[in-house]
């Protein structure tokens, strides 16, 4: 296989919103791809994987034979595309160390003073996935390396930066830099106080609370009237934009409520909003009997967006458009700004999922 096609659509993980992955938004850019074998192709998260959370990897016909024509075009056997699911455990515990693997294994010194580089990689416990054990996450544990014989041979200790992080540097110990570049700094993403195409809110907006009228992931979370909330009991759509102030639930629809058409005509959205005050969405397939679907151009009122109208960054309205929309015509969300969560980690580092979320945080350049 050609490795630069590993990184050209070839690879492509999706963070999925429900087991069977039939809504799930690309993550790809949350991972670094290594592009050195021929032989295999292997995928690192830049920072931690959400917990209880699936997660579908694609391997497609975008990979290419290292001469660099379409495998299927080959004689013999052809590179089928194919894909798999996988979910990560229910709590942010670190996994079990069940073995590691040091390299270079053996080594023998040639010549007196000579030195070399070890690399430990821990790995779970062996299964049905991986017979040697899932490779685990190099940083996330602290070791201890010794020589049992020190008068033969000795070891340096090398500590952590005290300034940077994992993740934040390369292999040659420089500055990673930016996930966006600075061409891409408009790239839709949370935190960075504009509703972009994808999101419902943004929690950097004025009046918005992060996980209370507003996700990590800049959507709407609603809230059931059981919980404390006005849903469905105050004929009213309770969030900080519609109403203007500052409240503290984020209700992105109400079944209590209703809307008044220029004809006079009152709609009452209870057939388009959940319990929960959320958009229902809709169906991506053309059913007669229905005035509208997902995918025909307009945003219904059951809808958030619909992709059947393209983005356009000129649009005053990016968030109704296909970009970062579904196939039930509602948000996928997405992902936070680095600089949101250093800045609020004081004020909303308690909140559930912070750590995770935060964790794979994306750096904007300019």
Request: charged share 20%.
């Amino acid at each position: 296989m050609d490795p630069v096609t590993y990184d050209n659509g070839g690879v492509i993980v999706y963070q999925c919103a429900d087991p069977n992955c039939a809504n799930l938004s690309d993550v790809t850019n949350n991972f670094t791809i290594d592009s050195t074998s021929k032989l295999d192709v292997t995928l690192s998260p830049k920072g931690a994987l959400v917990n209880n959370t699936y997660y579908k990897v694609s391997l497609t016909d975008n990979i290419k034979s290292v001469g660099g024509v379409a495998l299927i075009e080959q004689d013999g056997q052809s590179l089928t595309p194919f894909s798999w699911i996988f979910r990560t455990k229910a709590d942010n515990t670190l996994c079990g160390v069940d073995n590691i693997v040091v390299k270079p294994h053996p080594f023998i010194a040639t010549y007196i003073g000579q030195k070399t580089k070890f690399t430990a990689t821990p790995r779970g416990a062996p299964n049905t996935c991986n017979p040697l054990g899932q490779e685990l996450s190099r940083t996330e544990y602290t070791y201890r390396w010794e020589s049992t014989v020190p008068v033969v041979a000795s070891t340096t200790q090398f500590a952590a930066s005290l300034t940077g992080r994992a993740g934040s540097c390369t292999e040659a110990c420089v500055p990673r830099g930016s996930d966006v570049s600075f061409a891409e700094r408009n790239t839709p993403i949370c935190g960075n106080g504009i509703v972009d195409a994808g999101e419902d809110c943004d929690i950097a907006a004025t009046n918005e609370r992060a996980g209370t009228t507003c996700t990590l992931s800049c959507l709407r979370p609603g809230k059931l009237a059981d919980d404390g909330g006005t849903c469905g009991n105050n004929q009213k759509i309770d969030n900080p934009v519609e109403r203007g102030t500052a409240l503290t639930v984020g209700e992105a629809c109400d079944p209590s409520a209703s809307i008044t058409a220029e004809d006079g005509t009152v709609v009452f959205l209870a057939p388009y909003c959940t319990n929960e005050c959320l958009k229902k969405g809709s169906s991506s397939n053309y059913n007669s009997n229905t005035s509208g679907y997902c995918g025909d151009g307009f945003v219904g009122l059951e809808e958030a967006c619909d992709i059947g109208i393209p983005f356009s960054s000129t649009n005053p309205t990016p968030n109704l458009s296909a970009l970062g929309c579904n196939t039930s015509c509602l948000h996928q969300g997405t992902p936070i700004l680095k600089d949101w969560c250093t800045k609020n980690k004081d004020s909303y580092g308690s909140l559930p999922g912070f750590d995770d979320v935060c964790g794979t945080a994306k750096a904007v350049c300019g």
